[in-house]
């Protein structure tokens, strides 16, 4: 038997932006706040979500130049700080989960399987959007963009999955951009691109879904069969 034909080792790490959550407005208004402290223009969301992605020292780097000029090196800190700093001001509840996220991962967690999230946000933020969403009980490693390298680097999608406690077999990691599906292949895992998020997967994907609803329905489905179903904790 192959390695395809196997099923779905039970383990899976996720990216958390524009691949579980909707996050584009919270990020855009941060964004826009810290653009407008300094004198510059403010960036549409349509703008703003070709800008995310690597964390937030790129996206205040790259907001900067699409509106006039460089950050300086020596300011660049001092701008992402200010960017975080407006990021957890804005009201809870500002993000949410995209269309069929929430029974999706229940599903996954009374089948068994163990959950994780792989992001290049910082992990205070990260935290307590896991948090807010009321997804602690079903996604218990988070590995954030400043604890480690950053995707496309592999080392923090092994860091999740060592943390999970994985041993050999198909693990998945779903994203929503080509950062994602080259950690992936940069790290040896299958790579589940989901179409509703920010980005492109320039064909590095091991398979495509347009919603949610279909990836969590062909994840249950491809799970392995000797995993304990066990009772999960309902939010909706």
């Not at 959007?129 to 999608?157: A, F, Q």
């Amino acid at each position: 038997m192959g390695p395809r034909e196997l099923r779905l080792s039970g383990w899976a790490v996720f990216d958390l932006d524009g691949t579980l959550v909707d996050t584009l407005g919270e990020i855009a208004s941060a964004l826009n706040r810290v653009l407008q402290n300094h004198g510059r223009g403010i960036l549409e969301k349509d703008i703003v979500r070709d800008l995310v992605g690597k964390g937030p020292r790129t996206l205040v780097e790259r907001a900067w130049l699409r509106t006039g000029s460089q950050a300086g090196e020596n300011r660049l800190q001092g701008y992402m700080m200010e960017y975080l700093t407006e990021y957890r001001l804005n009201p809870r509840r500002m993000s949410h989960p995209f269309q069929g996220v929430d029974a999706g991962l229940q599903n996954l967690i009374r089948l068994g399987w163990r959950l994780g999230v792989c992001t290049n946000k910082d992990g205070r933020s990260a935290r307590s959007l896991v948090k807010n969403l009321g997804w602690e009980r079903w996604i218990s490693v988070v590995v954030s963009g400043d604890e480690s390298v950053r995707k496309p680097d592999p080392r923090p999608l092994r860091l999740a999955l060592h943390r999970l406690g994985a041993t050999w077999g198909r693990h998945v990691f779903v994203g929503d951009s080509e950062v994602d599906m080259a950690t992936a292949k940069n790290a040896g895992i299958e790579g589940v691109f989901l179409g509703h998020g920010y980005g492109e997967s320039e064909g590095m994907e091991h398979h495509h879904f347009s919603s949610a609803v279909d990836m969590f329905s062909w994840m249950a489905r491809s799970g392995p069969q000797n995993l304990h179903p066990k009772s999960a904790p309902s939010i909706l």
